[in-house]
């Protein structure tokens, strides 16, 4: 039987399971299928299949955060954010980190060859884009690039032209080949399974936070900022901030306030250029004598923390490449944001 045939058949079957709302079924099923034969239309019809089981089935479960009281912390004869390698990653490891540190600096959770494989990815994702942009913004060429056709009224949809056009990147879940390379990643590496025993119940993608990230050499200024300002502080989160190039030296990196904070700053004061952001004053405030930090990554290395890390884009006095990376962020659906349209995972 050809390939072509072979698909179709794959995708019929697959429409059978999401008419009967049997999308857990559907996605194991199109992820074999993916996983057999690599189909432009498989990773299409599992990108809207992830989407659609949030829209029958929204986020609705009661399950209390494993950590409302602190873990042991194994670092704590550490100052700031502590680093570990990808094999001492688990659900304590993650929980000290954040909960007492604010962060998790983990070397080498993906090899290189894998982050510099998934950095062409994201360069082909923000070609495909700039292309349907360029050409009339019609039909989508390729899995590349094809936007997630998000419910009509959805106002999370707003924030697109932002991402796309003014921030150089472009939604995770706007590339079903980038979502399912990504998916699969994390599930073979255990990096699901381990924010699963981290919330105490399967997390779910976010639309809106999950991104495909080049940020150009002439970048000169950023602002710092708490992801929970836009988001609320009643949620429960895990950041991958996943390096895909060097960063940090001759590109941009990350700087971050090394503290747990447990509350969104005060935005749009202490001398703040947005009203989102958080002033540079209040960083001063915020950081109580403690200076902030700006660490080498190298391809694969990977900084994880919540929605209370104070942060922007680091930018040494050497910097003159572009820097690739990757923004996913997970949530517990028992504590999701409003408005940032979860996928199932």
Excluded at 227 to 256: P, T
Aim: proline fraction near 7%; charge should be negative.
């Amino acid at each position: 039987m050809a390939c072509n045939e072979l698909s179709d058949e794959s995708l019929v079957r697959a429409r059978e399971l999401m008419q009967q709302h049997r999308y857990d079924d559907a996605i194991e099923w199109l992820t074999t299928c993916r996983r057999q034969q690599p189909d432009e239309g498989i990773e299409l019809m599992l990108a809207l299949c992830r989407y659609q089981a949030y829209l029958a089935q929204p986020p609705c479960s009661a399950i209390a955060d494993p950590w409302l009281i602190a873990p042991p912390d194994p670092f704590g004869d550490v100052v700031g954010v502590p680093e570990i390698p990808a094999s001492k990653l688990d659900a304590n490891t993650l929980a000290a980190g954040i909960r007492h540190h604010g962060a998790l600096l983990v070397r080498g959770l993906l090899s290189a060859d894998i982050a510099l494989q998934l950095a062409d990815g994201v360069r082909q994702a923000l070609d495909a884009c700039a292309a349907w942009h360029a050409h009339g913004e019609g039909t989508f060429g390729n899995s590349w690039y094809a936007r997630l056709p998000l419910q009509e009224g959805c106002e999370l949809a707003q924030a697109r032209p932002w991402i796309e056009e003014g921030a150089g990147g472009v939604w995770l879940a706007d590339s079903p080949r980038m979502l399912y390379e990504l998916t699969e990643l994390f599930g073979s590496s255990g990096i699901t399974d381990m924010i699963a025993d981290y919330f105490g119940e399967q997390p779910m993608l976010s639309v809106g936070k999950s991104t495909l990230r080049c940020v150009p050499g002439s970048i000169r200024h950023a602002d710092w900022h708490q992801d929970g300002a836009f988001m609320g502080a009643d949620i429960r989160s895990v950041n991958v901030w996943l390096g895909l190039s060097h960063c940090g030296e001759d590109a941009s990196g990350l700087e971050f306030l090394p503290r747990r904070l447990s509350r969104v700053l005060p935005t749009g004061s202490h001398g703040a250029y947005f009203d989102w952001s958080v002033g540079p004053g209040m960083v001063t405030e915020a950081a109580a004598g403690m200076a902030t930090t700006s660490p080498v990554f190298a391809p694969g290395d990977a900084l994880l923390f919540d929605h209370f890390f104070l942060h922007r884009t680091g930018v040494p006095a050497a910097i003159a490449k572009d820097r690739y990376a990757i923004e996913s962020w997970f949530f517990a659906p028992s504590a999701y944001p409003a408005g940032q349209v979860p996928l199932k995972l």
